[in-house]
């Protein structure tokens, strides 16, 4: 086997193979033991700092399976003290010297809204009830196949390439008072695999996680799938979840929808999402996504749609595409024979307020069907101007449900079903969706990065921005109406949030009430109006992060935009309340005001 020098003693790669009921791990040198043909050649291919390799699996007539490819980095340290590891945990987090941020204690809030409980994650990431653990380590499913370590002396990164999408996942650990951190990237796959093959790269290099997104995004672009032109949104959506909730009760009728358009006009949105609006309520009676007669019927609906779009707002629906309601009087004829199945046939339940809600496989064409059937009728019946298609992009374990395709990656089964949504419903409609996957961005309009549901200190939406600049991007801007914390704090937690999204160009998912938070609705208006006056930039300008800039002061963020020909501009939020200058690469000096936040063209 051609085993690279680069590969150093500290960095193995590991195949985890299945044979009827008999798994192993095995360091690939040992694949050959077992007739299994194995290769990883390094390519030639010029690109300065690194280093491609082929790896390849064949088990021929052995009947052995690839389950799982595992490449290891043991003790990876790199010098100085200010190491921070860029991981692709939804839209991205970073990690500032993770050997020592493993072992804080994960702080978080619990709150109650209606009948849920919610858990905001504020910092730390060592489970409170392990506070005496010598060693700790967290596993993340890859919204991209790679990661970025760095520190100001040098940078480490790994990639796993492969054109089916296979389902990434990538595990970090360390030891309590140890230097050195420890490393694992994973393809996983979710069908019996005899003969596949991906290119590895190792990245050690001078430069920072930019140029490992960079290089990420040239091998998704030789694959030609493109990046969808979203929907135009000027702001995003104002989301409203509870017409009817679970429990029966009724908050809005479909009569008062036009008045909700009112409010979404005067924060400064152009489109409305209503959830809860389906027979039952929210979280029940899934996948029954039909007007309910008590809210006002299908008539009273349609209605409310025609007034909406009578002043100038778009309107989509919610419907869930992955769950289905186990309380459902179809669920055994309809339910079960799509749902997924783990080895022993059991089903994946969970449980949602007072509701179990089975999983259901993308791999069954009768489920397909199904989502097709309620976003054609959203789209066509309703006249609505998209959907919320919740869960769809789910990667859940293994299926084993007897009649479903299994043929290809989650990911990849996922992006074909989406076409089939597309389809039905036409190129012309919105579709947003939760859980980023590089994949998604072909056919997608926007994906909820989910940075409010992510660890909060930890959170950095901007890798999966800078990696897909063009593609369609949206996030909450806070959770449901929040009661772990006063309203003043809720105020200042919005106003970071809202910095966040301005400064990527991200879309909002905002609900009604965040507007009217304390020391929060000044803000919001001037960057809605900024949003507005330079709709342009923020639909057709190429966000590029700090590229370009060498520094600003503290306190103040700013964010590169290139424009349509030679032009650029630069994206500001302001925190000390004074005017300053920032600086950028050609020592040129940008003076900016003392506005919160602002727009500089160059």
């Known amino acids: 086997m051609d085993i690279p020098e680069i590969m150093s003693l500290n960095r193995?790669?590991?195949?985890?193979?299945?044979?009827?009921?008999?798994?192993?791990?095995?360091?690939?040198?040992?694949?050959?033991?077992?007739?299994?043909?194995?290769?990883?050649?390094?390519?030639?291919?010029?690109?300065?700092?690194?280093?491609?390799?082929?790896?390849?699996?064949?088990?021929?007539?052995?009947?052995?399976?690839?389950?799982?490819?595992?490449?290891s980095f043991y003790k990876l340290e790199l010098p100085g003290d200010d190491d921070v590891l860029y991981l692709p945990d939804k839209g991205g987090s970073r990690w500032k010297n993770p050997a020592v941020l493993l072992f804080e204690e994960l702080k978080y809030s619990i709150g109650k809204w209606r009948d849920r409980q919610f858990c905001l994650r504020e910092s730390?990431?060592?489970?409170?009830?392990?506070?005496?653990?010598?060693?700790?380590?967290?596993?993340?499913?890859?919204?991209?196949?790679?990661?970025?370590?760095?520190?100001?002396?040098?940078?480490?990164?790994?990639?796993?390439?492969?054109?089916?999408?296979?389902?990434?996942?990538?595990?970090?650990?360390?030891?309590?008072?140890?230097?050195?951190?420890?490393?694992?990237?994973?393809?996983?796959?979710?069908?019996?695999?005899?003969?596949?093959?991906?290119?590895?790269?190792?990245g050690e290099h001078s430069g920072d996680w930019h140029q490992d997104c960079r290089l990420y995004k040239e091998f998704y672009d030789s694959l030609g799938l493109g990046i969808r032109e979203a929907v135009p949104l000027l702001a995003g959506v104002h989301a409203h979840y509870d017409l009817r909730w679970?429990?029966?009760?009724?908050?809005?009728?479909?009569?008062d929808l036009p008045r909700l358009a009112d409010e979404a006009k005067a924060d400064g949105f152009d489109a409305l999402v209503f959830g809860g609006w389906n027979e039952g309520g929210f979280d029940n009676n899934y996948p029954g996504f039909r007007p309910d007669p008590l809210l006002g019927g299908e008539e009273e609906l349609i209605k409310a749609v025609d007034a909406i779009h009578a002043k100038g707002m778009k309107v989509l629906f919610y419907v869930n595409g992955f769950s289905y309601d186990r309380s459902r009087q179809e669920f055994e004829?309809?339910?079960?024979?799509?749902?997924?199945?783990?080895?022993?046939?059991?089903?994946?339940?969970?449980?949602?307020?007072?509701?179990?809600?089975?999983?259901?496989?993308?791999?069954?064409?009768?489920?397909?069907?199904?989502?097709?059937?309620?976003?054609r009728y959203v789209c066509e019946v309703l006249k609505a101007d998209g959907v919320y298609l919740d869960q769809f992009n789910v990667i859940p374990p293994r299926c084993y449900g007897e009649g479903h395709d299994h043929s290809r990656s989650a990911a990849a089964g996922i992006f074909e079903a989406f076409r089939e949504v597309r389809t039905v419903a036409g190129e012309d409609k919105i579709f947003i969706t939760e859980h980023p996957l590089d994949s998604l961005n072909a056919s997608v309009d926007y994906q909820d990065l989910e940075t409010v549901w992510n660890n909060q200190a930890l959170?950095?939406?901007?890798?999966?921005?800078?990696?897909?600049?063009?593609?369609?991007?949206?996030?909450?801007?806070?959770?449901?109406?929040?009661?772990?914390?006063?309203?003043?704090?809720?105020?200042?937690?919005?106003?970071?949030?809202?910095?966040?999204?301005?400064?990527?160009?991200?879309?909002?998912?905002?609900?009604?009430?965040?507007?009217?938070?304390?020391g929060f609705g000044e803000h919001f208006r001037l960057g809605q109006k900024l949003r507005k006056e330079h709709e342009e930039l923020f639909s057709k300008g190429i966000y590029r992060h700090t590229d370009h800039i060498a520094s600003v002061p503290s306190g103040v963020e700013a964010a590169w935009y290139d424009l349509p020909g030679t032009k650029a501009a630069i994206v500001i939020a302001n925190t000390t309340g004074a005017e300053g200058t920032l600086t950028l690469e050609d020592k040129r000096k940008v003076d900016f005001c003392s506005s919160a936040l602002q727009v500089i063209y160059l």
């Not at 089903?347 to 089975?358: A, F, I, N, P």
């Open 124 to 202: 730390g990431l060592l489970d409170p009830q392990k506070l005496d653990a010598q060693e700790n380590f967290v596993e993340v499913r890859c919204s991209m196949p790679f990661f970025s370590y760095c520190s100001s002396h040098g940078s480490v990164s790994a990639f796993m390439f492969d054109k089916g999408f296979e389902t990434t996942r990538l595990r970090v650990g360390a030891k309590r008072g140890e230097k050195g951190i420890d490393l694992e990237l994973s393809k996983e796959f979710n069908r019996d695999v005899t003969c596949w093959s991906c290119t590895l790269v190792l």
């Open 12 to 71: 193995k790669i590991w195949a985890v193979i299945q044979r009827g009921n008999e798994i192993l791990t095995l360091d690939i040198k040992e694949l050959s033991h077992y007739g299994i043909k194995c290769s990883l050649e390094t390519q030639k291919k010029e690109k300065v700092g690194f280093c491609f390799m082929t790896f390849s699996f064949d088990s021929g007539e052995t009947h052995w399976n690839l389950l799982e490819l595992r490449w």
């Open 333 to 375: 004829k309809e339910g079960l024979p799509c749902a997924v199945r783990f080895a022993d046939g059991s089903t994946r339940d969970v449980r949602w307020g007072s509701k179990v809600l089975t999983g259901m496989c993308m791999g069954s064409a009768r489920w397909r069907a199904i989502v097709c059937d309620n976003v």
């Open 459 to 518: 959170t950095f939406p901007e890798l999966f921005c800078y990696t897909f600049p063009e593609a369609g991007r949206m996030d909450l801007l806070i959770q449901k109406p929040w009661p772990c914390t006063d309203p003043e704090i809720e105020g200042r937690h919005l106003i970071k949030n809202y910095d966040r999204l301005f400064l990527t160009g991200t879309k909002l998912w905002c609900y009604g009430h965040a507007s009217q938070a304390p």
């Open 246 to 255: 679970q429990d029966g009760t009724i908050h809005k009728k479909y009569a």
